[in-house]
């Protein structure tokens, strides 16, 4: 059986012309490969069986699927370092990272990004307020530098504190150390499994890079993607872009190679062993070996079919988040105010999945748990409360020191420009009109013109709660649930690579 499984892999032929090792039955061959993961996957397929498994076991299955001989470690890198990036390579190197003739963990960042004197200060008595990071750093002799960068008599690195364990957007919350490399083509070119943890506006750029280093690649690795952010494209027709179908234009990876991972989750809370779930959504084929290798005591990971779908809405709750935040300032964290807030936000919510998802329904309770853990401690949340109390102001752009990219900026620029587009017109609830989709979600409006016009005020969230003109959310749901909106040109198609042409 192993045998068989080590011959799965696919030659990438990449969509420049580049790789030799393309074969004329490669269709014949895939199914072959098809076949001998679902054969596998049903002997592992019994609920005891699978909940007995250990981490060197999980492993080893993987490796199996993949084709990996002995001597032949899996590769698995991550692409940026943000905190969730950071905290689910952390995860993976504290599950696997001990069986380093088996597995080999690494992470990419941008070298040369300096840890500013406050920063560096704050990060000093985080080590000394957990013994067993400033004993690990004194074994390690690393101790003298956060001592000297205490002290102004040092500059640290972002890349070099988080060799150490410190994620620079999470110095709280002390990792595990990582293997950090700072040269993409080092990092990638012999990767199995790309973790992308970097925001949606660097995701096509920095893939784009990646691809030259693939040019002569035999085989596809798996993209896990994290990034809860998309873009809108306005031709040949309006439709949203998301991080896993730029990275599929970037790269030419077959659409059943790229995955989604989201949930309702908190990073921090969850390298600390809070109790967690996630999806991990994308083609069957490798889904549930992914979801089975993912899965940790406190970190469920259920597999999803639905690539695109959870990805836009994983975007969709940051826009919203942000006017929470703004709601909460401005009204002094007023219980009835943000209910309100939250009636109306989600009602939006409801409109647009019905613009974009034939079945609505089905993403109901993982959109709800999604916007609700991020209205209450996401980034997102809390750069609106800084906006609305003069803290921050949108010209000073969305990548904040110490939080890194708010990813709903650009998310309320995308969902606006999308659904303002007149060809996307719909019947007017109250009338015979057709009226462009954003006219109804006065929210979105609103935080167009605060965040991205910048000709509003963050007051103006609450002058638009007020509106007498505004629909009882009950309405506008019962208005999406009854016109049979769906557009489903919105979510635009994946090409089909070239290597199944």
Avoid at 153 to 162: M, Q, S
Wanted: hydrophobic share 40%.
């Amino acid at each position: 059986m192993i045998a068989e499984l080590q011959a799965m892999e696919a030659p990438h032929v990449n969509g420049h012309g580049h790789g030799l090792f393309a074969t004329e039955n490669q269709h014949a061959h895939d199914q072959d490969s098809y076949n001998a993961v679902h054969k596998l996957l049903r002997k592992q397929s019994d609920p005891a069986k699978r909940a007995g498994q250990s981490a060197e076991e999980r492993l080893e299955e993987f490796r199996q699927l993949f084709g990996k001989a002995e001597g032949d470690p899996l590769r698995i890198v991550g692409v940026g370092a943000g905190a969730w990036g950071s905290v689910f390579v952390a995860m993976l190197q504290d599950a696997y990272g001990h069986m380093r003739d088996k597995v080999h963990i690494r992470i990419w960042r941008r070298a040369g990004k300096a840890v500013d004197r406050k920063a560096a200060e704050h990060l000093f008595e985080v080590i000394n307020g957990r013994e067993d990071v400033l004993r690990r750093l004194i074994r390690k002799c690393a101790y003298l530098k956060y001592v000297e960068g205490r002290l102004g008599d040092r500059i640290l690195y972002a890349d070099e504190i988080l060799r150490d364990g410190f994620c620079i957007n999470m110095l709280d919350t002390p990792l595990c150390p990582l293997k950090v490399v700072t040269n993409l083509q080092e990092a990638v070119w012999d990767a199995d499994i790309v973790i992308n943890g970097l925001p949606s506006t660097e995701t096509r750029a920095v893939f784009e890079e990646i691809d030259r280093y693939w040019c002569e690649r035999r085989y596809f690795p798996i993209i896990i993607s994290l990034a809860k952010g998309v873009e809108a494209a306005l031709s040949p027709e309006p439709h949203i872009v998301t991080p896993t179908q730029m990275i599929h234009d970037a790269t030419t990876i077959p659409i059943d190679r790229i995955f989604y991972l989201g949930g309702p989750n908190i990073a921090a809370e969850i390298y600390n062993m809070e109790y967690a779930n996630a999806r991990i959504c994308g083609s069957e084929r490798w889904g549930r070996p992914l979801a089975k290798l993912l899965r940790q005591p406190h970190f469920m990971v259920w597999e999803n079919p639905d690539l695109v779908t959870h990805e836009v809405m994983g975007g969709l709750k940051n826009v919203y988040a942000i006017g929470a935040g703004m709601v909460a300032a401005l009204t002094n964290e007023s219980a009835t105010s943000k209910s309100v807030y939250f009636a109306h936000c989600t009602s939006e919510m409801v409109f647009i999945t019905h613009l974009l998802a034939e079945e609505p329904e089905k993403l109901a309770g993982p959109l709800l748990a999604d916007t609700y853990v991020t209205l209450l401690k996401g980034r997102n949340a809390w750069y609106g409360q800084k906006v609305a109390q003069g803290e921050l102001h949108p010209d000073m752009g969305d990548s904040i020191q110490g939080k890194g990219t708010i990813q709903g900026v650009s998310a309320v620029e995308a969902f606006y420009e999308l659904l303002r587009q007149p060809s996307l017109s719909v019947m007017h609830p109250e009338g015979y009109d057709m009226v462009i989709p954003v006219e109804l979600c006065p929210i979105l409006q609103t935080l167009y013109k605060i965040l991205i016009q910048r000709e509003a005020s963050a007051e103006s969230i609450l002058e638009a709660l007020r509106d007498e003109n505004m629909y009882d959310p009950r309405r506008r749901i019962e208005i999406a649930q009854s016109k049979g909106f769906y557009l489903p040109q919105l979510l635009g198609s994946p090409r089909v690579s070239k290597r199944n042409l």
